[in-house]
């Protein structure tokens, strides 16, 4: 089909989130959007896919249905890592930061590289809330993203872009062939999925672009209270995430980006809870969503 923008997103463990994705990314994208996901749930029963072997099928399924495009990311390649990242130390991916960092470099090459258009990437639980325009959040930098820092010993750090909501124009960019979402280390310093950035960033930033790369800002899960936001929450999602059982003492446990996304958080269960607790959290959030 032929759009404005792309939007694409990983599925792991909650495929159900693509029918909220969807409506809402219909609702509130001012722009025509092609909607790509990289289905990447394991076939083997863990944590990440509720313990349920056949959700990889099922989660092909439903993408078919709210997708324009769906890519699967072929099972082989986390246990060949050097095919997608030649300069890893990770050969096999073990944990689910690898495994996601493996979907996001096969649809960044696939797809985002060499496109013509300007491209969001979601994460699999993160949903607009308001009205949006990609290309005039990109007006002034041809990338935006959420930086995650860390710092160590004698002067070691790693800056990075998180990979749960990046903007980007690609023909505005350089040297973006070395963009990599791989984790890892930095040096010394362990990285998170999209660590591997940090070697982009110093690249642009040293070559005198460092102009160009924008950045994002959130209010950090249980670091905010619901008036501390004084932007729009539709009132059912805002119902849901005040009575979300993983608040603390009034303090917010889902995220708000960029004043337009909200991050449900924990969406690929990587808190390892049981299946019967995250998807009755799931049915909710969805519920709020769709009314």
């Known amino acids: 089909m032929s759009a404005d923008i792309n939007i694409v997103t990983t599925v792991s463990a909650w ?5 909220a994705q969807r409506y809402l990314l219909d609702k509130y994208s001012e722009e025509s959007f092609n909607f790509i996901a990289v289905i ?3 076939p083997i029963p863990n944590p990440w896919n509720l313990w349920d072997s056949k959700l990889r099928k099922t989660a092909e399924k439903i993408a078919q249905v709210f997708c324009h495009e769906v890519l699967m990311m072929p099972e082989e390649l986390h246990f060949d890592r050097k095919k997608i990242f030649p300069e890893t130390k990770a050969l096999k991916s073990k944990y689910s930061n690898e495994r996601a960092a493996d ?3 096969l649809v960044f090459e696939r797809k985002i590289l060499n496109s013509s ?3 969001l990437i979601i994460d699999s639980d993160m949903f607009p809330i308001s009205r949006f325009s990609l290309r005039k959040s990109l007006v002034s930098k041809p990338i935006r993203g959420v930086i995650q820092e860390r710092k160590g010993r004698f002067g070691q750090e790693a800056k990075y872009y998180w990979n749960g909501l990046l903007m980007l124009d690609p023909p505005r960019l350089r040297y973006l062939e070395d963009f990599s979402f791989d984790c890892g280390k930095v040096g010394r310093l362990k990285v998170d999925t999209g660590g591997q950035s940090h070697w982009w960033i110093k690249k642009i930033e040293e070559m005198g672009l460092g102009e160009t790369l924008g950045y994002i800002k959130h209010h950090s899960s249980l670091n905010w209270h619901i008036n501390d936001f004084e932007g729009i929450i539709p ?10 059982d993983r608040n603390d003492a009034g303090k917010i446990y889902s995220e708000i980006y960029d004043q337009h996304f909200l991050h449900f958080r924990a969406g690929s269960n990587w808190r390892e809870e049981s299946a ?3 998807k009755e ?7 709020s969503c769709i009314l």
């Not at 495929?15 to 029918?19: F, H, I």
């Not at 959290?281 to 519920?287: L, M, Q, S």
């Open 40 to 42: 990447d749930t394991s």
């Open 235 to 244: 009132d059912a999602i805002k119902e849901f995430i005040l009575s979300d």
């Open 117 to 119: 258009i300007p491209t």
């Open 15 to 19: 495929p159900e989130a693509l029918e």
């Open 103 to 105: 979907a996001l470099q």
């Open 281 to 287: 959290r799931n049915r909710k959030f969805i519920a």
């Open 276 to 278: 019967l607790v995250v």
